[in-house]
């Protein structure tokens, strides 16, 4: 398999695009059902977000970088009603989450391939309910730092596609990823952080799936934070 003909993003945030050789079922979806559910932000803006699902649906979100789909796979099954857009550069998860969406005959989800910020730049103002960036790359080393996801040019996207009080949820196992992601939010200024106890970052929230990434974080001794974030303009 090639990688995508689009060419990576100048700002991308994301490490390889490849793993093992695809095959058999994985090489068909990526292949066949791809295509058919890929967005493609080099086209005209969609003048409203329900014309990317068909028919219109009671809220719309956002996963960024969802690994192998388990997350955003169970969210999509159990709320037909909402219309998911994920976004995995990876292209051995992009496969995975083609199967969930086979198996599980998903039919409110979007996809994209490529850098986050495509997407985020091509789709309508006020747009979005909520956008969750859960385990993104921490990119630990200083030198890396720029290629966090989060940062202030990305926290003025989300608040331009996010609709008034719409949501950004963010989880991580590296507590200095989690400190820089409450100092931009505090420097970006449009979000505020809903905690009001330590239960409230300790605990996820009501509706969470349990990914095989959190369950090694957890085992390893490295407890996860969940934070949510309203948008106040």
């Known amino acids: 398999m090639n990688d995508h003909p689009k060419s990576r993003a100048t700002e ?4 390889r695009r490849k793993g093992k050789a695809l095959l058999g079922r994985k090489l068909r979806l990526i292949e066949e059902t791809l295509p058919d559910l890929l967005l493609d932000p080099t086209g005209p803006r969609p003048q409203n977000i329900k014309d990317l699902f068909g028919e219109p ?3 719309y979100c ?7 789909g388990e997350h955003l796979a169970k969210q999509a ?3 037909p009603d909402i219309g998911f857009i994920g976004i995995e550069p990876f292209i051995n998860g992009m496969a995975k989450m083609l199967g969930e969406i086979e198996d599980r005959n ?3 989800v979007c996809l994209f391939d490529d850098d986050a910020t495509q997407v985020l730049d091509w789709l309508p103002e006020n747009s979005l309910d909520r956008i969750d960036l859960l385990y993104p790359d921490p990119w630990p080393k200083k030198r890396n730092w720029k290629r966090r996801f989060v940062n202030v040019k ?3 996207r ?3 596609v996010l609709k008034p009080s719409g949501l950004f949820r963010f989880a991580s196992d590296i507590d200095t990823y989690v400190n820089w992601t409450l100092t931009h939010i505090e420097r970006q200024g449009d979000f505020r952080w809903l905690a009001q106890t330590a239960y409230d970052w300790r605990e996820p929230w ?3 799936s349990r990914t095989r990434y959190e369950a090694k974080a957890i085992r390893e001794g490295r407890p996860p934070a969940y934070l949510q974030f309203r948008l106040e303009t």
Do not use: C, P, V
């Open 158 to 160: 989300f608040a331009r």
């Open 77 to 79: 099954d159990s709320q």
């Open 106 to 108: 998903l039919k409110n």
């Open 206 to 208: 009501d509706g969470w």
């Open 12 to 15: 991308a945030f994301f490490g």
């Open 57 to 59: 649906k009671t809220a």
């Open 62 to 68: 956002m996963e960024i970088g969802f690994g192998g």
């Open 154 to 156: 990305n926290l003025d």
